[in-house]
């Protein structure tokens, strides 16, 4: 192991607008001999220490301008940066454009990168096409680049990836890249408030979906799998929060099928608190993810989880032990196991503590602040 940094001050460099980065920083404040840097578009979180700093890089609406001076502005920053004081390694949660300034200084610079993948590849490039139309231009232009980050970046002894599930793991070892490259290691939460919410009383069961209306969230597949169930069990009843492109057709939907007193759309709640007091199982039925923090946020608020065998998901739930997992893309495997939920209240509070015990046990967030800091300081 190469001993150089054990005695002095990482200089991390993270980059973009992940809203996990925000649960990270208040524990990467408390290691101290780590300094970071954080160069975002915008942020609202105030450091602690002298040993965080925030550069916020101008505040646009998404156009091809704004994007052209995200590249040079942020190209610039981390110049100066590294001026005043070598940087030892860019973080950048992404592998798409935002990643082309930390490749940049990577080449120029030999600064060490750790890339932290949104989600698998073949989901990735699934949900570019499912998710809102694109023209034949974006296709190409899209496959180019995945062909080039998968070819050239595992080229790049200094280029490290953190793998937050096992499909992405095996993805990128199919893609040849080095095993002593990549960190496993998914997003973790900060469990604290989530143990404190407290259910609202109600007779029904309520359902609940939760996150961004995309064609990829296979919120339709959602729809008309709960619509065929409450033949059986009229009295259940399904929330759904979140905003995005589907909202037009959960709300024609509810309207033609006069399902208005069964499903509720609630839009966008600021608080996940407040859903979570309201419901109580979450339906995930996503064709693939990353690792979806709902998942965990649920599992620590006492509120069951059904969820796609998908990536991201499976590597949470053990089916019929902590959760149940069905088939996304068979309605009638749904149905099933919505109606083994049912079938098995007598099973729901040890299935709760189990699901409960491995989020705390497997997923808090200080072991992933604390291996990611300890995987940094043995590469660097």
Known sequence: MDTTHENKELNLVVGGKNTHLLELLPLYEKIEDLKITILTKYSKYQPSTNRVKIKTIHKFKISKISTVYFFLKSFKELVEINKKEPIDVINIHSYYYDIISPLLMNYLFNIPLLLTTPTDFTTAQK?????????????????????????????????????????????????????DNLIKMPNCISSKE????????????????????????????????????????PNDKLFIFGKGPEEPYIKKFISDNNLEKTITFWGFLKSKFDI??????????????????????????????????????????????????????????????????????????????????????NFDIEIEVNKIYSFLKSKL
Not at 138 to 164: L, P, S
Not at 216 to 230: A, C, E, G, T, V
Not at 304 to 330: C, M, Q, R, T, W
């Open 276 to 361: 979570y007091k309201k419901i109580d199982v979450l339906i995930h039925p996503s064709f693939g993810e990353g690792f979806p923090m709902t998942i965990l946020e649920a599992n620590l608020t006492n509120t069951f989880v059904i969820a796609s065998n998908v990536s991201g998901s499976k590597d949470i739930i053990d089916h019929k032990e902590n959760g149940l997992l069905f088939n996304p893309y068979n309605e009638n495997d749904l149905i099933e196991q919505l109606n083994y939920y049912k079938e098995h209240q007598n099973l729901l509070p040890q299935l709760l503590e189990k699901a409960k015990n491995k989020v705390l046990t």
């Open 194 to 233: 989530y143990l404190r919410v407290k259910k609202d009383d109600h007779k029904a069961i309520v359902y609940g979906f939760l996150g961004r209306l995309l064609k990829s969230k296979n919120i339709r597949f959602l729809l008309r799998s709960f619509s065929k169930y409450i033949s059986n069990y």
């Open 127 to 179: 949900e570019e096409f499912v998710s809102k139309p694109q023209s034949l231009f974006y296709r190409i232009a899209y496959y180019a680049w995945m062909k080039f980050f998968t070819k050239i970046v595992r080229r790049r002894k200094i280029i490290y990836i953190q793998a937050i599930n096992e499909k992405i793991y095996r993805d990128l070892i199919n893609f040849h890249f080095s095993k």
